[in-house]
């Protein structure tokens, strides 16, 4: 049976039991009653899920891996992480997190002014904030607030530049001067498809020559006691762990080089982000584990703290990626098959058919096992050509028609008797008759990282897993983008059930897609961000909580500086006050079909 690669991605969350996926936690609620019972509170259209005792999953394991290998390798130095808010900042992920993050002094990095506000805001008391990005005077004037506020806050400078302004803050504001860090661009560079963050031509860091320029110039000032951090982040979705121990081998000679030019402070190494988490559902991708990636980091610290004769370093983690990204599955529901229009009751025969539509007509009702693959193949020749002699005057409408009715019904039926079991086996049949679901959400706004970057995320039917799926299925958004569209690819073929949505639902899950995409949504033709729910635990029980719904189409025309008074008031001049009436509650309404669940 097709288990979409749920071994692979899935992390044991999720299983399939009888038809459906479960929630691998408490009473294994099937995801599609919690589906229904959303739909049954009145919410429409896709939904973001979200498990905060996923998140908490992540976080344990971040930490309990790091506080093994620690204590195998007698490590001295303490291991501390903080969460990038720029992976996930909406509240309803973000407040789950900060609450479980409290048990650990798990902190958090912004990486602009709006991000350390909300760490300003929000973060646990005692547990550490680290700002990167680019950084003006204001940002920096934050960090000093950040630090006076009681935080434990440090500013990883990226140039010299934003040395010099913190000199200047300090003289300016007299507030005591938050920890400084050094984030160092390395030679050795990243393996993911986001390895440009690190390596020796990235956009971030400083070079030998300014790190030594940097000790020197807060030697000047006095400040060298601020210098507690050397940074790197060497990119997202490291596939390999290679690159890491190159870059942990450089930072941490350059951690000990300086401490031993004069920085006592200095007693930390970021080593930023990166772990990588499963997204295929046919092969591996990451090459390493957890426990490596922890052993790997301890030992190489120690190692080299050992031949330099200077202190094991504190080690901090910058994942987001890793903590954040299962924890959030998006649903779909199905609106359409495209070639449910084609079924029998659509043909429009005539007294004389023109012959090729006669012989596609036998070619249906004389299908047998040992002719199926056969009658299938000439079917798909019959229907070319007739498509060429319609273009050519020769055949009218009502005969495209039938033809593209019975070849249809042909592929059905060749699929059915044909008893297709597998994947290999459908791939060789035909890779021609793929079927195209449409679905109630938008790529642009619930997917960004596959229209941009053609990231792939898991993706499975909620029901019918006792079901073999028999239809090479290419996935089709709302928006009237044609990039709107998950392909078929014979790569990584999705196949999915034949289904009456007539007579039955259909919802489709993509997994993994806690991380980045959220904010990096865009609103193309106005669909909101989906309706978010977070459905947590109690004993055996769930619960729905911090529920916000999917914008209303006047709340998205607000968002883009459109005056929805004005909007009103124009509708209410123009119409009588009943049909004013219906229009307003579509108003109201969010952008998406509302065709299903009611
Ligand atoms: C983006 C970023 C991270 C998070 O990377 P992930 O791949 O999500 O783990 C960590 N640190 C810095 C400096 C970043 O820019």
Do not use: C, G, K, V
């Given at each position: 049976m097709n288990n979409y690669g749920i071994d692979i991605w899935g992390e044991n969350n999720f299983f399939i039991d009888g038809g459906k996926v479960r929630l691998n936690h408490a009473c294994d609620p099937a995801i599609i009653d919690i589906v229904k019972r959303i739909e049954k509170e009145g919410y429409k259209g896709p939904l973001t899920l979200r498990f905060p005792h996923l998140i908490r999953k992540q976080i344990n394991t971040l930490y309990s891996k790091f506080e093994t290998s620690i204590k195998e390798y007698e490590y001295k130095g303490k291991f501390n992480a903080v969460f990038p808010l720029k992976v996930n900042q909406y509240p309803s992920f973000l407040q789950p997190l900060i609450k479980e993050a409290k048990d650990y002094n798990y902190g958090l990095e912004a990486g602009s002014k709006a991000e350390l506000l909300i760490a300003m805001a929000y973060n646990n008391e005692n547990a550490p904030i680290t700002v990167n990005g680019f950084k003006d005077k204001e940002m920096i004037h934050l960090g000093f607030i950040a630090k006076q506020m009681g935080h434990d806050v440090t500013l990883t400078i990226e140039g010299l530049n934003e040395l010099n302004t913190i000199i200047e803050v300090h003289k300016e504001t007299k507030l005591s001067c938050p920890n400084i860090g050094l984030r160092v661009r390395l030679h050795s560079s990243g393996s993911g498809i986001w390895a440009k963050s690190g390596g020796i031509d990235s956009k971030f860091g400083l070079s030998s020559t300014e790190i030594l320029d940097a000790l020197e110039i807060l030697e000047k000032n006095n400040m060298t006691q601020y210098l507690t951090m050397i940074h790197f982040h060497i990119g997202?979705?490291?596939?390999?762990?290679a690159p890491l121990k190159k870059a942990l081998k450089e930072s941490g000679h350059i951690y000990a080089e300086l401490k031993n030019m004069g920085a006592s402070n200095l007693k930390a190494i970021n080593i930023g982000g990166g772990l990588a988490i499963e997204y295929s559902q046919f092969n591996r991708s990451r090459f390493y584990s957890l426990d490596e990636f922890a052993n790997d980091v301890v030992y190489i610290l120690k190692d080299i703290a050992k031949q330099k004769g200077v202190e094991e370093p504190d080690i901090f983690t910058e994942s987001g990626r890793f903590i954040a990204a299962n924890s959030t599955v998006l649903i779909t529901p199905v609106l359409e098959l495209y070639s449910s229009q084609l079924e029998i009751k659509n043909l429009r025969l005539k007294d004389t058919n023109p012959p090729l539509i006669t012989e596609l007509y036998d070619l249906y009702n004389d299908m047998t096992k040992k002719t199926a693959l056969e009658f299938m193949h000439d079917s798909l020749e019959h229907m070319e050509s007739l498509l060429t002699l319609f273009d050519l005057g020769y055949i009218d409408l009502q005969d495209r028609s039938n033809s593209e009715v019975l070849t249809h019904l042909i592929i059905k039926k060749a699929i059915l008797i044909l008893e297709v079991k597998d994947y290999t086996e459908l791939k060789t049949i035909e890779k021609r008759i793929k079927e195209k679901y449409l679905l109630n959400f938008s790529i642009f706004q619930s997917l960004p990282d596959f229209w941009g970057i053609n990231q792939e995320f898991p993706v499975m039917p909620l029901?019918?897993?006792d079901k073999t799926p028999t239809r090479s299925a290419s996935l089709w958004d709302i928006t009237c983008d044609s990039d709107g569209e998950i392909e078929f690819d014979n790569n990584k073929p999705l196949y999915l059930h034949d289904i009456n949505l007539k007579e039955e639902e259909y919802y489709l899950a993509f997994f993994n897609v806690g991380a980045y995409q959220d904010t990096m949504g865009i609103q193309h033709n106005l669909f909101s961000h989906p309706t978010q729910i977070n459905v947590s635990f109690k004993d055996d029980e769930y619960f729905l909580e911090k529920i916000l719904p999917a914008q209303s189409i006047l709340d998205i025309l607000d968002d883009i500086d459109y005056d929805s008074n004005e909007i009103k008031e124009i509708f209410k001049d123009k119409l009588d006050s009943n049909t004013y009436k219906v229009l307003e509650k579509y108003l109201y309404d969010n952008s998406y079909l509302n065709t299903i669940g009611n």
């Open positions: 997202s979705s490291m596939n390999s762990i029901t019918h897993l």
